[in-house]
C-alpha cells in the first residue's frame, strides 16, 4: 500500500504521515528532507540557490547528510524551496523517492506532489491544510521551545512566502491531487487528526 501525504509547510502532514506509517508497519519518507538536503549543500558550497546549474550538482548529497540537524533550520527550508522550483533538480530527485514508494509492501510519503508526481496511482492520498495563522503559531511555537528568538510575525511572513513560491512554481506545484482527501487540521489536536486521516486511508484503500 502506498500512502501520499501532501500540503503545506506545517500543515501536520509530517506529524500525520509519521503516524501512518507506524499504525500501518510501513517505511516514511519526508521528502522535504531530500530539497532541504540539496539547499543545505548549495550553500555550504557557497553556490547560488537560484541557479539551476549549481542546485543539481548539489543534487548527489550522500545519505547520512539527511541526519543533520541544520537541516531542520528555518533557513534550509527557505532555500529549499528555491532550490526546489529547478525542473532539473525535481527530476533529478524522483527516481529515489519513486523507488521508495515502489518497494515491496508499500510506503509513505510525505511533500508537495507525492499524490500528483510522485505516486499518482497511491492507494491513499491525503492533503493536509490549515490556516497560515494557524500554522505560523505552531512554527513558532516550536522554534521558541528550541531556543530560537524569532517573531511570530516574522515566521508568518516566512510561511505565506513559502506558499506563494510552492503554489506558483510551474513544475510540480502544489496543488490537491483530484482525488486526495483533504483533511483541515487547523482546530484539530494531534490525536483527533492522526485518528481521521486513518479513516480517511481506510475509505480509499
Ligand atoms: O516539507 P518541508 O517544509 O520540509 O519542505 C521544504 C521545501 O521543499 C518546501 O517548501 C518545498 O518547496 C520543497 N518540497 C517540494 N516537494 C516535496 C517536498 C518538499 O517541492 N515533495
Do not use: N
Not at 547528510?65 to 529549499?80: F, M, N, S, V
Not at 493536509?128 to 503559531?137: E, G, L, M, S, Y
Not at 524569532?150 to 490537491?176: N, Q
Amino acid at each position: 500500500m502506498i500512502i501520499a501525504v501532501d500540503g503545506p509547510a506545517a500543515s501536520g502532514k509530517g506529524t500525520i504521515a509519521r503516524a501512518l506509517a507506524r499504525h500501518y508497519g510501513l517505511p516514511h519518507l519526508d521528502t522535504g528532507l531530500l530539497y532541504r538536503a540539496v539547499a543545505t549543500r548549495v550553500l555550504r558550497d557557497g553556490m547560488d540557490p537560484t541557479r539551476e546549474a549549481d542546485c543539481v550538482a548539489a543534487c548527489d548529497f550522500s545519505d547520512t547528510l539527511l541526519d543533520d540537524p541544520w537541516l531542520r533550520t528555518d533557513e534550509a527550508g527557505q532555500t529549499a524551496s528555491i532550490v526546489s522550483a529547478h525542473p532539473l533538480v525535481r527530476s533529478a530527485l524522483l527516481r529515489r523517492q519513486r523507488k521508495f514508494a515502489q518497494q515491496p509492501g508499500g510506503a509513505v510519503l510525505d511533500g508537495r506532489d507525492i499524490g500528483t508526481v510522485i505516486a499518482p496511482d497511491a492507494d491513499a492520498k491525503l492533503f493536509v491544510k490549515a490556516t497560515p495563522a494557524i500554522r505560523a503559531r505552531r512554527r513558532h511555537t516550536e522554534l521558541a521551545k528550541a531556543g530560537s528568538s524569532v517573531t511570530y510575525d516574522r515566521v508568518l511572513a516566512d510561511i505565506r512566502a513559502r506558499d506563494e513560491r510552492d503554489s506558483s512554481r510551474s513544475t510540480a506545484p502544489l496543488v490537491m491531487a483530484a482525488d486526495a482527501a483533504p483533511l483541515d487540521t487547523s482546530t484539530l489536536s494531534i490525536e483527533v487528526a492522526v485518528e481521521r486521516a486513518i479513516a480517511l486511508v481506510e475509505a480509499q484503500r
